[in-house]
């Protein structure tokens, strides 16, 4: 029993090849991860042969239970019988490939057994294809989720095996002329050998499938680890400056011998192996990029001649070049090389076809943000050019009334005026400007409009901070502006305003406070969000300021308003961020 053990154990080696060839071909792989109609028809044929095979390769045993040493059984004489792997063959086809898949091979098996014996072993037709079905009713498809066989485990198949080979020893002592005495004989070692074989062919695939879960988690991580590092330079676009540091960030996380990067037609980037030839702002040197950007699919390169590069030094031997694209359009590639053709495995290909989808949403994304900022700074520039245009008829006419009076006054106010247009027109073409060019605008409005209004109003400055600090434009005017048209209420004398700017934190302090007569609760509450009609103004300026100041900073940058009967502040909180040089 022992030796007929042994010799089996030598066949179901066979069966444990198939599973290795079925997880490490990759044509056999395909065949085993996505069943479709043909890839089970292929599986038949595979199986098939692998039983024909197994009956080939069987041991033959003679009447009196002897081992006969014969290495090919084309044909077996009318007394003798065989121990083989067949069963296994049959029932791992049904495992993997279903009911059908099974039967089919079971059918196959049988016939073959018949020709290599007599029409007495005819039995063995129905008892392979009744294994082939019932093994493959524990067929459970492919998971959809992880495109991949939903295979029994390792244990469940050594018991569907343990079965099946009860099955056909059943059928043996039945209706085969050696009946008990042949089971009793090879029923051990075919049921435990045969049964352990499904185990190990169930375990050969199932560890593949847990090593490429393995190898696919750790890709995640690196993508997404990628994307992390490269989100802020794609952001920008792609150009020159991101794609060299997408490109050193790729080379030094992966481990490509060169990485490269191009436009449609260009190099952006080239880092790595190559570099000498591969230059940045040149045309693209290989055939396989003007593919990859034609076609719009991953090209894949195992030598230097399918690389094309037209350099016949260039030390590049093999080659992943995935396109890049943005609504659906190929705006430029991503390539990943190596000098060593065997070092490009199914895992870069993976990698590098999940940083195509990274990546080219992150170009999208950046693209997307640079149209949605100039369209802020087209909503800005709006807004900003939407200050009171009435100020300007006033100064002039107040400049006209001068000249009679005070020629040298009315010569300094037309300086200030033509100041505060020179600041006017800085303020319509920046969404921010100094705190020195902010102040000298307001000095100038402030000059020209309290010489309209000698003696009413009494104005106080007080700047603690670096006078380069930025800020929006027209900010300081508005809101002085706004304090002398409707703080006080026609009141002739004794009105006085506050200007201070300070730094609290990382931030500076915007402030406006005057004495003035307050403001109605029911007005307080919209100033700064909507129009507020009266017979002085609509509120607007405030609107359109603090709308700015949120577009451009944040919520936390909008106006507060605080009033009483003693007066009214307007404060905000504005990022410190100061021009450089």
Known sequence: MWSLSLLITERVGMVVLLAFLLVNVKPFRRLLFHQTISAKVQLFVIFSLFTILANLTGIEIDRQNHVQSTIILTKLSPTSSVA?????????????????????????????????????????????????????????????????????TPWQGFAVGIVMEVIQM????LFSDAGWSLVRFIAGPMVIVNSLGTYVFLSVISTYIKQEQETRAVQTQAVLDLADKTLPYFRTGLNFE????????????????????????????????????HVPTKKMVTHLSEKAIKTGEVQIAHSEEQIGCSNPDCPLQAAVVVPLRVNDKVVGTLKMYYVKSWELTPVE??????????????????????????????????????????????????????????????????????LYFRSNLLGVRETQIT?????????AYLTLELSRFPDRYEIHQEISVNEQVLLPPF?????????????????????????????????????????????????????????????????TALQNLNQRLIEIYDERSQLNFTSSRAGTTVTAYLPLTVKEG
């Open 84 to 152: 083989n792997a067949r069963v296994l063959a049959v029932s791992s086809a049904g495992i993997t490939g279903g009911p059908w898949v099974g039967a089919a091979v079971g059918l196959v098996a049988g016939l073959h057994r018949v020709l290599q014996g007599s029409v007495n072993s005819s039995f063995y037709i129905a008892s392979s294809v009744l294994i082939g079905i019932l093994s493959g009713l524990a067929y459970r498809g492919e998971d959809r989720d992880f495109s991949r066989p939903a295979l029994l």
């Open 170 to 173: 059943v059928f043996i002592l």
């Open 242 to 277: 991101s794609a060299q540091e997408v490109a050193r960030i790729i080379k030094r996380y992966t481990n490509f011998d060169a990485i490269s990067l191009t436009t449609q037609n260009e190099i952006l980037a080239h880092v790595g192996a190559g570099s000498d030839h």
């Open 349 to 418: 290909i993976q990698l590098a076809s999940g940083l195509e989808k990274i990546f080219s949403s992150q170009i999208a994304l950046g693209q997307a943000e640079n149209q949605a900022k100039l369209v802020r700074e087209a909503e800005i520039k709006a807004l900003q050019a939407q200050v009171n245009p009435h100020f300007f008829f006033n100064a002039i006419n107040t400049i006209v009334a001068m000249i009679r009076k005070d020629s040298d006054k009315a010569r300094e106010l037309l300086i200030q005026l033509s």
């Open 435 to 443: 705190l020195q060019q902010e102040l000298d605008q307001v000095n």
């Open 475 to 539: 900010m300081l005017q508005i809101l002085l502006e706004n304090a002398l048209k409707h703080a006080f209420n026609g009141r002739m004398k004794g009105n006085e305003v506050w200007l201070s700017v300070s730094q609290v934190g990382k931030r500076i302090k915007v402030q406006v406070e005057d004495n003035g007569t307050g403001i109605k609760p029911e007005v307080l509450a919209k100033l700064g969000k909507e129009e507020v009609s009266s017979e002085s103004g609509s509120g």
